[in-house]
């Protein structure tokens, strides 16, 4: 019992330890620097399909 307790622990450890290096590479590759204007991207692509497929007879 005691060993799979300590398994379970190391797996959420390396979990843990993997998101933390997947958001300091974030940070220091500048995924964070402009997200308002991602959010606008993803809206004026989807204005352009709704436009696209309304003028369709």
């Given at each position: 019992m005691?060993?799979?307790?300590?398994?379970?622990?190391?797996?959420?450890?390396?979990?843990?330890?993997?998101?933390?290096c997947?958001f300091?590479?974030a940070?220091?590759?500048?995924l964070?620097?402009?997200?308002?204007d991602?959010?606008?991207r993803?809206?004026?692509?989807?204005v352009?399909?709704?436009?696209s497929?309304d003028?369709?007879?």
């Amino acid at each position: 019992m005691a060993e799979l307790t300590f398994v379970q622990f190391l797996v959420a450890l390396f979990m843990s330890l993997g998101a933390l290096c997947i958001f300091i590479w974030a940070v220091l590759s500048g995924l964070f620097h402009n997200v308002e204007d991602v959010k606008y991207r993803a809206y004026r692509a989807e204005v352009k399909d709704d436009e696209s497929t309304d003028a369709t007879p």
